[in-house]
Every structure is written in C-alpha cells, then in structure tokens.
T-cell receptor
Framework: KNEVEQSPQNLTAQEGEFITINCSYS?????LHWLQQHPGGGIVSLFM???GKKKHGRLIATINIQEKHSSLHITASHPRDSAVYIC???????????FGTGTRLQVTL | KAGVTQTPRYLIKTRGQQVTLSCSPI?????VSWYQQTPGQGLQFLFE???????NKGNFPGRFSGRQFSNSRSEMNVSTLELGDSALYLC???????????FGPGTRLTVL
C-alpha cells in the first residue's frame, strides 16, 4: 500500500463544476504539498500546508491532521485547470517528499 | 526573480554511458532536491542537498549521485545508464527543505 493515496485517479468535469480531489496518507508528516503538472512536465506548487485551510483564487486546500487527509477543491472549473494534480508529503525525514500517484483532471467546455 | 533552470532540457544517451544534469536554483535558495518521474513509478525522491551537504537520499542505486556547489547550483550524475533510467528528472529549490519547493522544467533523458 502506498504511503500517499489519491482519489480519483481520473476526473472529467464540465466547465463551471466544483471539483474535489482527495489525498490520504498513512505516515506522520510535517507538511503537505499540492502540486499541478501540465502536459510537457512543468510542476507548480499550489499550496503547502500543515494545518487548516488555504485559499488562492479558485483553489482551496484543506488538511485534517488527525484523520490524515487533505482535499483540493477547485471552484468554477475552467479548461485551463486541466492538468495532473499531485499530493506530496514531507515525512519523518523532513527533507524527503513522498508523492501520490496523481489525479488527471480534464475540464471540458 | 529568475526561476529554477535545468540544463539540458532533452538528452539522448545509450546504455552504459554516463550523464550529468545541472540545476540552478532560485537566488537565495540553499536547498536543492532531485526527483525522477517515470510513467510506471511516478515521482520519486532522489536526494536533497543543503549548503553543499547531502542531507537525505532516496532508494536509488549508487549509480545515481549528486553534488552541490558553493553557489547552490547542483548537478546529478548517472553512471552506466540503463534503459530504465529513461525519465524526466526534476530539480526543485527552496529556502530550506520544508519550505515551498519551486520546480524546474526538468530534463527529459532517453536511454537507447
């Protein structure tokens, strides 16, 4: 079993829909990253959080440390949100990131 | 502020050769981490350097090595290349390891 699990693996949505991507982890962590990867490979860090909730534009990330669970929400989705979203955690050895397998999101018109 | 740069962006090598990839971090960032991304294994941590010292290493064979220079620029080396080393190699820099990481565009290595 992977230390970091994401669901769903694939997601198709229509423009304007509210999207939720989930991440569960089985190890103790110091922080969690949500990353976005577009075709071509470039990765952008969307959020890094260790508690509570963060919001940036149409993106919201939450984390529940007790339940070892985080969610990434996209409100009013748009085709430009189409990408792979990856959850990654800093585990006990602080400088090492462990990654989920990613969620491939496609937003259609 | 300039972002993280990686050179070269694309590389084709043959089995048995060695390769050196370079990463220039954002100015002021002292932590540089390296990752390998393949379709089968996803993203995996290779190693992390901070102030010229390797602080952590992932589960990769000794053929994979790296170093960091006094200006924080980092290189990784893969010796005796195997077909399975074909991957996208990404580096990321940060002020320190548990701060937000900023990724470079990656080097796509193909081993024939």
């Amino acid at each position: 079993k992977n230390e970091v699990e994401q669901s769903p693996q694939n997601l198709t949505a229509q423009e304007g829909e509210f999207i939720t991507i989930n991440c569960s982890y089985s190890v103790g962590i110091s922080a969690l990253h949500w990353l976005q990867q577009h075709p071509g490979g470039g990765i952008v860090s969307l959020f890094m959080l260790s508690s509570g909730k963060k919001k940036h534009g149409r993106l919201i990330a939450t984390i529940n440390i007790q339940e070892k669970h985080s969610s990434l929400h996209i409100t009013a989705s748009h085709p430009r949100d189409s990408a792979v979203y990856i959850c990654a955690v800093f585990t006990g050895t602080a400088s090492k990131l462990t990654f989920g397998t990613g969620t491939r999101l496609q937003v259609t018109l | 502020k300039a972002g993280v740069t990686q050179t070269p962006r694309y590389l084709i090598k043959t089995r048995g050769q060695q390769v050196t990839l370079s990463c220039s971090p954002i100015s002021g960032h002292r932590s540089v981490s390296w990752y390998q991304q393949t379709p089968g294994q996803g993203l995996q941590f290779l190693f992390e350097y901070f102030s010229e010292t390797q602080r952590n290493k992932g589960n990769f064979p000794g053929r994979f090595s790296g170093r960091q220079f006094s200006n924080s620029r980092s290189e990784m080396n893969v010796s005796t290349l195997e077909l399975g080393d074909s991957a996208l190699y990404l580096c990321a820099s940060s002020l320190d390891a548990t701060y937000t990481q900023y990724f470079g565009p990656g080097t796509r290595l193909t081993v024939l």
